[in-house]
Structure formats: C-alpha cells, structure tokens
C-alpha cells in the first residue's frame, strides 16, 4: 500500500488525510450513508477535521484502474457483451480463449469473508489463473484509452466503488450499497466539508452499481458465479458510527 501511494505522491498531491486513511492510522473515521436512485453510498467522513472523503474520476491524465487491475471477474451479461465485442461466433470460444476460472475472497460489509469462484477476463493473451491478485495492465488499454470502451466488462466501470446487496427482511427484498475501495493506485480522492460536489457522480454511477449488482445476482443464479461464506472478520479501518441522509 505504502509503495502505492508513494508512487502516486511523484505526480498528484495526497492529502496526508487521506494518506493516513489508506494506510489505517486514522482513529475517527466515521462513514455517512446517502441513498441516491436505488443505493445506499457509504461515504467516508473524518470527525476530526469534520471533512468528507469524495472522489473525481482523473482521466485522462490517471488511467491506473486498467494499469494494474488485480482481476477482471465476468457475468453472464459480460460473456455475452465480450463474445460479440470480440468477434467470436459462440459464447464457449470466448470462454475457452479469453477467460480463466479464478478463486479469491471478498471483505463484505457484514462482516464476513466470502469466497467466489468465477470467470475473469485475461488481461493478458497467455494470462493463467496464477496470475489473478498480480498486478497486470490490461491488454485493451492503447495510447491512453480503451480499446473496447464503452462495451466493457461491468467490473470495470466500479472502480473505485465496492458495490454489495443484502437481503432484508423478506427474502424478495434487497438492499444495494456501494463504498469506495482505497487499494493506494487512485489519486482522485479529494476532502471536502460538503457532500454536494460528489453528487453528480453517485447519480451517474447509481444506475450502473444497480445494474451490475443485478447482473451479479443474475450470474450467481444460473451458475456462472459461486460464492460461499467463510468467517467473520473485522475491517482494519472499521467505521465506529453510519449516519443515515437521504437525498434522492
């Protein structure tokens, strides 16, 4: 992490708050949840400094989220986006040539460990599955663009959002929310006393983190994703208080 963000340091200013929140030295971290369309955003908030941790997409001048993406995990929607994309005739032979079925776990915010098996897209032609959680810059990713934008893999509109459902109440009831993910390769978190100037952002991506969230569920269901719980566990930075706003 602290190589990260050294690294970023030699080209964008790091506020050392924000710094310190990658790095799990801050003791007043605090989270306000705000609903926008359907997701509840959990977004960071320092008491001390009474500042919000917001973010801005930096691209052009920043496209570190296709550098060193650690794995592209793929849904049913995604195989069939990148089949076509991609100009194979059958969903098998993109399956065959382009993916690998990879394991890694996943820190949700209930507290638990879950494990997920799944497709991911090869960053790399001759990627294997021992390379998912390396650091591999994606294959698409020419001249400082996208070579398959926007037809891309759901995941890689997320970043830096973690996005999760959880069922309350009735089963036929579901919650979607979504947090920032401080993995140290992103330099567009900024402080701020307000949430206003992030909130064009949250009503852009609410729409996608729902739609990718349904998408998930829909792989989860007809097998193309499996997802078991492990353990409990407890985040290093864990938040002490969530404070509901609701803004539409």
């Known amino acids: 992490m602290q190589e990260s963000l050294d690294d970023l340091s030699k080209k964008w200013e790091i506020p050392h708050e924000i710094y310190d929140l990658h790095m799990g030295k801050r003791d007043d971290l605090t989270e306000k949840i705000i609903q926008v369309g359907e997701v509840r955003f959990h977004i960071p908030f320092l008491e001390k400094s009474q500042l919000y941790v917001l973010w801005k997409c930096l691209w052009p001048d920043c496209h570190n989220c296709c550098e060193r993406p650690i794995r592209l995990p793929m849904t049913e929607d995604d195989v069939e986006l990148m089949t076509k994309k991609l100009g194979y005739k059958t969903k098998s032979d993109f399956i065959k040539n382009e993916t690998n079925v990879i394991t890694f776990d996943d820190k949700m915010n209930n507290d638990m460990l879950i494990t997920h098996t799944m497709l991911s897209m090869k960053r790399k032609k001759d990627e294997t599955k021992d390379d998912d959680g390396k ?46 993910v401080f993995t140290g390769d992103c330099p567009g978190f900024y402080l701020e006393k307000s949430l206003d100037p992030i909130m064009p952002t949250l009503q852009d991506y609410s729409k996608k983190i729902y739609d990718y969230l349904i998408s998930c569920h829909r792989a989860e269901r007809n097998n193309y994703i499996s997802t078991s719980k492990i353990i409990k566990y407890r985040f290093l930075c864990d938040v002490k208080s969530a404070v509901d706003t609701n803004k539409k």
């Not at 070579?147 to 109440?169: A, E, Q």
């Open 135 to 180: 650091k591999i810059p994606c294959r698409f990713l020419t001249s400082g663009s996208c070579g398959i934008h926007p037809d891309k893999p759901g995941v890689c509109w997320m970043y830096p959002f973690l996005p999760w459902r959880v069922p309350v109440d009735k089963w036929w009831k579901v919650e979607y929310h979504a947090k920032f």
